[in-house]
Nanobody, 122 residues
Framework: EVQFVESGGGLVQAGGSLRLSCAAS????????IGWFRQAPGKEREGVSC????????DYADSVKGRFTISSDNAKNTVYLQMNSLKVEDTAVYYC???????????????WGQGTKVTVSS
């Protein structure tokens, strides 16, 4: 059974930082690309960042480039999203996901975490 435990969300002031974690079990980490997505109220789910299964290539949405960093620790089966210089518009529920394709398209991902809420106040 595939299971994810997401953590690290919370309330932070604009300009602050958070680190999201997604610990996975029941899945072979090396076989999947991993993505972080977010969904704000009333908006579509957006691909924030992804990391490839081999080689560690990364990709970021323009809105977070230079502020967010995705990384993975395959030995711990955990993927992280370090978020710095947070803005009010980063407020959303953040999801980790595992899929066979290296992309920021939600439809390319098969397994999803439960989400962790990030609220950035002004």
């Amino acid at each position: 059974e595939v299971q994810f435990v997401e953590s690290g969300g919370g309330l932070v002031q604009a300009g602050g930082s958070l680190r999201l974690s997604c610990a996975a079990s029941g899945i072979t980490f090396d076989d999947y690309a991993i993505g972080w997505f977010r969904q704000a109220p009333g908006k579509e789910r957006e691909g924030v960042s992804c990391i490839s299964s081999v080689g560690g290539s990364t990709d970021y949405a323009d809105s977070v480039k230079g502020r967010f960093t995705i990384s993975s620790d395959n030995a711990k089966n955990t993927v992280y999203l370090q978020m710095n210089s947070l803005k009010v518009e980063d407020t959303a529920v953040y999801y980790c996901a595992f899929g066979s394709g290296y992309s920021r398209r939600p439809n390319d991902y098969d397994y999803w975490g439960q989400g962790t809420k990030v609220t950035v106040s002004s």
